[in-house]
């Protein structure tokens, strides 16, 4: 068993209270009265909060997904193998709904919500185990796809795209229909991630205004 951290609380002449950190038990004063009580927490407990916290750390709420954070160190990871392996065929892509703002509008966040998430699990079925599918916020996604040929990733783009054109049915409202614009870049050596980020933008505002539910590679 582990004890937790134990506090004072001292009752202060012109009311009030404050709290003082001493050891290892718990004590509560009030006023010339003390009681000691103890709280226990198993470690099990302790590694099960910490892992939680983690993958809060590294995860969007909502989704479920990685979050930036965790693209961000999954992109740099891969940067490294692409600069020591020079003929390493790695892409990005940017993928950002078409239509997601009018089912806020009509419906409501909640049903944007729940939009996210349905997405976010056909998303999930078009990646390799070896993939990286993360939301940056919004209705933005990315994705990494580590040495890859680029008909496997234009493969990959074009199966998220007929995934999303497929309606969407949640209770009370009617079928929801949206699209996918993706914009991809490739990590070319030496590797730029900065670079990379910026092309794949650039090609996915190409995408968007070449029709939506495109897409393009740099």
Known sequence: MILTPYIMLAACSGGGAMLILLGQ?????FGIFGIIASTHTTRAELIRAQRESNF??????????????LLMKRLDEECARVASEPERSS???YLDLDGFKA???????????DLLRAVASRFSLCMRPC???GRLGGDEFAAILPQTAVETVEAVAH??????REPF?????PLVRIGVS??????????DVRRTLEVADTMLYAAKHAGKGTLRLG
């Not at 038990?25 to 004063?29: A, G, Q, S, V």
């Not at 199966?159 to 999303?164: M, R, S, V």
């Open 182 to 191: 993706i914009g991809g870049a490739s990590l070319s050596s030496p590797p």
């Open 25 to 29: 038990l718990p004590i509560w004063i």
């Open 131 to 133: 993939d990286t599918l």
């Open 91 to 93: 892409y990005v892509l």
């Open 103 to 113: 089912v806020n509008d009509n419906f409501g966040h909640g049903a944007g919500d």
């Open 159 to 164: 199966q998220l795209i007929a995934c999303t």
């Open 56 to 69: 809060l750390a590294y995860h969007d709420a909502l989704t479920g997904l990685p979050n930036r954070l």
């Open 169 to 173: 049915t949640f209770e009370g409202i």
